[in-house]
């Protein structure tokens, strides 16, 4: 069936201006990090953009790795673009990076500009896009003049394949050189990537007020903690979870501590009329600081809880 949005998506949605910009994005933002690509069924992907998009989500985060496997999230995002979005492109918002190991040889990961270079033009190639909204430098790269990650940056901007840059993950001081690189060549680190929830509050201390201070947005990853905060491994380890893979969220990680800490945020979250889930992203949403929250998906009955 063709695509129609929604007309009154833009009528519940809260949006947050993004640092010192004129980018206002919505609150809840739809992540590709796990249930696109190979892992998920086209149907479902569709489902899964098509359900966010009519109740006010403009932004959509990638990144050149998402899958599994790597490259599929953006070839995933393209033909779903194609068949139901490709009329609605200048309400949408959508983000892609690249940094971490993406292929073969020295230089399939980090920030040289070799890779950075490809790595825009091989998003764009499989999103079936002109240009990007914001592109990320994925990581900070220790050995890679940061200079050199910078100035591609700058030189994306200039080439019309982004319209915005950020950074993710970088430590505070390397984001103050890049935010001062930056706006001393007249592009403006729009937005940090970072991971940030209840059990994971370290950008606190001085990601979050740095960002303040530069006029740079934040866009929050992992808020429910890889599920951890949605109160379904407060009876045991569910099997077929992220958990029971113990891969990115390890069994070790449920300790007695942790599920302590679960059991207080459920209470908490009964008290607030709230789902354990909504508790945790509501949480993060109370730092004016925060811009947007990135949220992963893998049915629409888990995004109706998330996008309220």
Known sequence: MIYSADTNRYSSM???????SGVK????????????????????????????????????????????????????????YQKDFKPYRDEMFIATKAGHDMWEGPFGEFNSRK?????IDNSLRRMKLDYVD???????????????TLQTLVDI??????????????????AEIAYKYLADRDVHCLLYQGKYNMLSREPEEKILPQCQSFGVGYAAFSPLAQGLLTGKYLNGIPK?????????????????EVIEKLIL????????????????????????????????ASSVTQLEELIF
């Open 14 to 20: 809260e949006y947050r201006r993004a640092g010192k």
């Open 25 to 80: 994005l919505s609150k809840i933002a739809l992540g590709f990090w796990h249930n696109f690509g190979d892992v998920n069924t086209l149907d479902n992907s569709r489902s899964l953009m098509r359900y966010a998009f009519d109740k006010g989500v403009n932004y959509f985060d990638l990144a050149d790795n998402y899958g599994p496997s790597y490259g599929s999230a953006e070839e995933t995002f393209g033909i779903i």
């Open 115 to 119: 890779h950075l270079m490809a790595g």
């Open 134 to 148: 914001i592109f990320y430098s994925h990581r900070y790269d220790p050995e890679t003049p940061l200079e050199e």
């Open 157 to 174: 901007v200039r080439s019309g394949k982004a319209l915005y840059v950020g950074i993710s993950k970088y430590p505070d001081d390397k």
């Open 240 to 256: 077929n979870s992220r958990m029971a893979k113990d891969f990115f969220l390890k069994k070790t990680d449920l300790t007695p």
């Open 265 to 296: 945020f459920k209470k908490q979250a009964e008290e607030n009329n709230l789902t354990p889930a909504q508790f945790a992203l509501d949480f993060v949403l109370k730092n004016q600081a925060v811009t947007t929250v990135i949220v992963g």
